[in-house]
């Protein structure tokens, strides 16, 4: 970058470029200076926030316009070529305000110290306090419509809210650390930065999972003090030890990072296009980084496969396929088809590489819609080919089921499972007998754990509780035979009475079995009752 000394004075602590040719910053001092990135014309230099009141948030809806915040509270309107010393606005009084957005001439929101924002008219400031979250401070705060503000605070909450109608805002948690910098490049999409140097790209309509989606370490060595997008898919942070760091935010690459030549902590970073970017540091100094033309976007040579069992329960997973350009990212989009593989729509919250088939899935086929990103943005997405149709779930199948020996009241319990095709081994399985049920209400416990069998010499362990057996074999079986009597089972001298008399042929027991993989089903079975 290019290095031009704007204000010898006192520390600068924001930046904003309206163009590429007008950039302005504040500092600690109340002072503000307007220059030209890149041009040798010297910085115009003025005072806006008398008292030597700390600036610590500055935003410029227009060349005409700016607006900066203090530590105490108060909001001041200026123009940039010409900053004489403008009226204060007390919009937040007691409160330190970190940082302002204005998305328009005529809007501003900014956030203070204590979880609140205020939002107002720079041009006649009326200001409407509405607290996001008593008690935290809100660091940063990022506008990209007027009625869409999303902040940061010092948990590592998100939220995001209407600045014209702030009743209603929820807090959502996106990083296990505080956040410092902000960012939000679309309306659905918000990168933050926390002062570990962790970076988590998340939508900020809806923030719950399975957002966030992304998370890259971006500069682990310093402690982030800022950030800026220059495009959806190329974001650059600046630390505190003069370091700056560029990668896309939807990746899980680490971000390559660089050194400034400052003199102290880069404390603000601006980019007023994709070719152009601003850091200002702790001594005055702004450094005017600019690129060449950007590459095209990737464009797609093959689409992705989707590799996995199409049975419920199972994980499919998509390469990213093949593009030109060298992607950064990708973003993926799971297709619920009919059985034909055509009429595919969405599946709301599938946009992860993977995805685990649910009922719903079963008698469909299902497609990927992938897309690929550089520096310069999304290429168009391809669409894989269909999967085969996905099967319902059967990991384990009743063969054959029995009750005997009611009537005599030494009543047995024969039933086989078989693990489904394609399924791994049994390991572990729960046979419930809490009630029998269609013809007859009454009811069989198991009492005991002696004179159960699994197979023939197979070793197991076996716990009862409540009317439940599990059974945990040592060594997976795809079939087994468990049997279940001589005095495991209690009979009531009712239910004996009425299979001697033949009233009682059948009946529904209720089997819940494991399989390996940990899933689990519960299995209605019939039974013939002798």
Do not use: M
């Not at 040719?21 to 040798?40: M, R, Y």
């Not at 600046?238 to 370091?243: A, C, L, N, R, Y």
């Amino acid at each position: 970058p290019s290095v031009v000394l704007v204000d010898g004075t006192s520390k600068l602590t924001g930046v904003a470029c309206p163009s590429t040719t007008l950039c302005s910053v504040i500092d600690v001092s109340g002072q503000e200076a307007t220059f030209a990135p890149g041009s040798a014309a010297a910085s115009i230099v003025g005072v806006i926030d008398t008292g030597t009141r700390a600036l610590y948030g500055v935003s410029c809806p227009a060349v005409n316009q700016c607006t900066a915040v203090d530590a105490e509270g108060r909001a001041v309107t200026y123009t940039p070529q010409s900053p004489a010393s403008p009226g204060l606005s007390k919009v937040d009084p007691g409160h330190t305000l970190y940082a302002v957005a204005c998305p328009l001439l005529t809007q501003c929101t900014a956030v203070d110290d204590d979880g609140a924002e205020v939002s107002f008219n720079p041009q006649h400031p009326a200001p409407a306090l509405a607290t996001l979250e008593a008690g935290d401070g809100l660091l940063a705060v990022a506008c990209p419509l007027a009625t869409q503000c999303t902040a940061i605070d010092d948990r590592g909450d998100e939220i995001t809210f209407n600045p014209q109608a702030p009743a209603t805002h929820t807090a959502s948690a996106i990083d296990s650390s505080p956040d410092v910098a902000l960012a939000c490049p679309t309306v659905t999409e918000c990168v933050a930065i926390s002062a570990s140097g962790g970076e988590v790209t998340f939508n900020p309509q809806a923030p719950a999972p399975p957002a966030p989606r992304a998370t890259a370490t971006v500069d682990a060595a310093g402690q982030p003090d800022a950030l800026a997008c220059r495009t959806a898919t190329g974001c650059v942070a600046v630390d505190s030890t003069g370091g700056v760091s560029e990668g896309d935010p939807n990746g899980a690459a680490t971000w390559p990072v660089g050194q400034l030549a400052a003199t102290g902590p880069v404390d603000g970073v601006v980019c007023p296009s994709p070719l152009l970017c601003v850091a200002i540091d702790a001594s005055g100094h702004a450094f005017v980084g600019s690129s060449g033309p950007l590459p095209p976007a990737p464009g797609g040579l093959a689409a992705s496969v989707i590799a996995g069992v199409t049975k419920q329960g199972r994980v499919l997973t998509a390469s990213p396929g093949s593009w030109s350009q060298g992607p950064t990212s990708y973003k993926y989009q799971w297709l619920r088809c009919n059985g034909a593989g055509g009429a595919c729509a969405p599946i709301p919250a599938a946009i992860e590489s993977s995805y685990t088939l649910v009922a719903a899935d079963v008698g469909h086929k299902l497609r990927v819609r992938t897309g690929a990103a550089n520096i310069t943005g999304p290429g168009a997405p391809l669409t894989s080919r269909a999967t085969t149709v996905v099967r319902p779930l059967v990991p384990v199948s009743v063969s054959r089921a029995s009750l005997s020996g009611i009537a005599r009241r030494r009543p047995r319990l024969a039933i086989t499972l078989t693990a489904g095709p394609g399924e791994p081994p049994l390991k572990r399985f729960t046979i419930s007998l809490s009630r029998v049920r269609i013809v007859n209400p009454g009811s069989h416990r198991l009492r005991l754990r002696r004179a159960i069998t699994v197979g023939a010499g197979a070793r197991f362990s076996a716990t009862v509780r409540g009317g439940r057996l599990t059974v945990t074999l040592r060594k997976p079986a795809p079939r087994l035979r468990v049997t279940v009597g001589g005095g495991a089972l209690a009979v009531s001298k009712a239910l004996a009475r009425r299979v001697k008399a033949r009233k009682l042929r059948s009946a529904q027991l209720v089997v819940i079995a494991f399989e390996t993989g940990g899933v689990r089903t519960r299995l209605k079975v019939d039974v013939t009752v002798t």
